[in-house]
T-cell receptor, first 116, second 113 residues
Framework: NAGVMQNPRHLVRRRGQEARLRCSPM?????VYWYRQLPEEGLKFMVY????????ESGMPKERFSAEFPKEGPSILRIQQVVRGDSAAYFC??????????????FGDGTRLSIL | TQLLEQSPQFLSIQEGENLTVYCNSS?????LQWYRQEPGEGPVLLVT?????EVKKLKRLTFQFGDARKDSSLHITAAQPGDTGLYLC?????????????FGTGTRLTIIP
């Protein structure tokens, strides 16, 4: 049973380019979460999605960042016009149905984004 | 904003020693989770504590949830090099379930062989 799969594992972009990070949840999981981790820090919640719906995007910057989880295919975190401050590790997690619940989140191994 | 402060931030000890790391908040959490993260990998869930005063054991690791559900501790007995990693506590903010986790600042543990 494959875990949460993220790709690419490493992504290098120049300032002003777009970054697209992909996440395939664990089989049977319909809830996806994105977190950002800066060096030597804990994870910061960005967004929580169900299939075709954004449930909570309170942790995501209002500009340049967007996320989707289509009916078919992986969840995508998209960062437009990247800046140096976007350099970080971006982690995706998935779970079974979780609104108000206590289902554990299972994490992927992250995408390390570097902005030149 | 409900914050989780972890201490110490860094800890380096000899193999075979015991250690305790702490996760503290001024807010009440309905549950707290402990994760271990190794370099280049995602966090792996170790345990969830739910009830105030609860103690859970996982081999040489003992987790405790404070009576008031504002703090938690992780005690490792006879530390091994394989225990090296970043230990993170996390919990859902008030009014949320596990769909929205607040993570602590982390304790980076190094066990010296």
């Amino acid at each position: 049973n494959a875990g949460v799969m993220q790709n690419p594992r490493h992504l290098v972009r120049r300032r002003g380019q777009e970054a697209r990070l992909r996440c395939s949840p664990m089989k049977g999981h319909s809830h996806v979460y994105w977190y950002r981790q800066l060096p030597e820090e804990g994870l910061k919640f960005m967004v929580y999605l169900q299939k075709e719906n954004i449930i909570d995007e309170s942790g995501m910057p209002k500009e340049r960042f967007s996320a989707e989880f289509p009916k078919e295919g992986p969840s995508i975190l998209r960062i437009q016009q990247v800046v140096r401050g976007d350099s970080a590790a971006y982690f995706c997690a998935s779970s079974l149905s979780n609104r108000g619940g206590n289902q554990p989140q299972h994490f992927g191994d992250g995408t390390r984004l570097s902005i030149l | 904003t409900q914050l989780l402060e972890q201490s110490p931030q860094f800890l380096s000890i000899q193999e075979g020693e015991n250690l305790t790391v702490y996760c503290n908040s001024s807010s009440v959490f309905s549950s707290l989770q402990w994760y271990r993260q190794e370099p280049g990998e995602g966090p792996v869930l170790l345990v969830t504590v739910v009830t105030g005063g609860e103690v859970k054991k996982l081999k040489r690791l003992t987790f405790q949830f404070g009576d008031a559900r504002k703090d938690s501790s992780l005690h490792i007995t006879a530390a091994q090099p394989g225990d090296t990693g970043l230990y993170l506590c996390a919990g859902p903010p008030r009014g949320f379930g596990n769909e929205k986790l607040t993570f602590g600042t982390g304790t980076r543990l190094t066990i010296i062989p």
